[in-house]
C-alpha cells in the first residue's frame, strides 16, 4: 500500500512538495506513478519513474513545473509541484501496476485501469 503527504491549499505560481511511502510490497523492483483526479474529471496519470529512478515521464500538460523522484532506500516517492495552477486542483495519488519496471506508459490513457497498488490520496488546492 502507499500513504501520501503533502497536499494542501497554494496560491497560483506557489509550489509543493508531495511525499508517498510505500510498504507490504518490494518498492525497488517496480516502476511507480503519480495520478490525479480532479473534481468530475476522470483519473490520468500525472508522472512515473521507473524502478531504478533513471527513467521518467510527464503528461504535457505537467511538463517543465513537476519533477518526479524516488529514494528506494527509504520505499518513498516525491514530487516537487512548481508553478502551480488551478488546473492542478485535484486529489493526487501514487500507484504502481506491480509488473513494470520502466513505467513509460502510466501517463497515457486508460494506463489507470492497470494499476494494482493505490494510496488514499493526498487533496491539493490551488487557488487563483
Known amino acids: 500500500q502507499f500513504v501520501e503527504s503533502g497536499g494542501g491549499l497554494v496560491q497560483a505560481g506557489g509550489s509543493l512538495r508531495l511525499s508517498c511511502v510505500a510498504s507490504?510490497?518490494?518498492?525497488?523492483?517496480?516502476?511507480i506513478g503519480w495520478f490525479r483526479q480532479a473534481p468530475g474529471k476522470e483519473r490520468e496519470g500525472v508522472s512515473s519513474?521507473?524502478?531504478?529512478?533513471?527513467?521518467?515521464e510527464y503528461a504535457d500538460s505537467v511538463k517543465g513545473r513537476f519533477t518526479i523522484s524516488r529514494d528506494n532506500a527509504k520505499n518513498t516517492l516525491f514530487l516537487q509541484m512548481d508553478n502551480l495552477k488551478p488546473e492542478d486542483t485535484a486529489v493526487y495519488y501514487c500507484?504502481?501496476?506491480?509488473?513494470?519496471?520502466?513505467?513509460?506508459?502510466?501517463?497515457?490513457?486508460?494506463?489507470?485501469?492497470?494499476?494494482?497498488?493505490w494510496g488514499q490520496g493526498t487533496p491539493v488546492t490551488v487557488s487563483s
Open positions: 500507484a504502481t501496476d506491480k509488473f513494470s519496471e520502466d513505467g513509460v506508459w502510466y501517463t497515457g490513457l486508460r494506463a489507470t485501469n492497470f494499476m494494482k497498488v
Open positions: 507490504g510490497f518490494t518498492f525497488v523492483d517496480y516502476a
Open positions: 519513474i521507473s524502478a531504478s529512478g533513471d527513467m521518467t
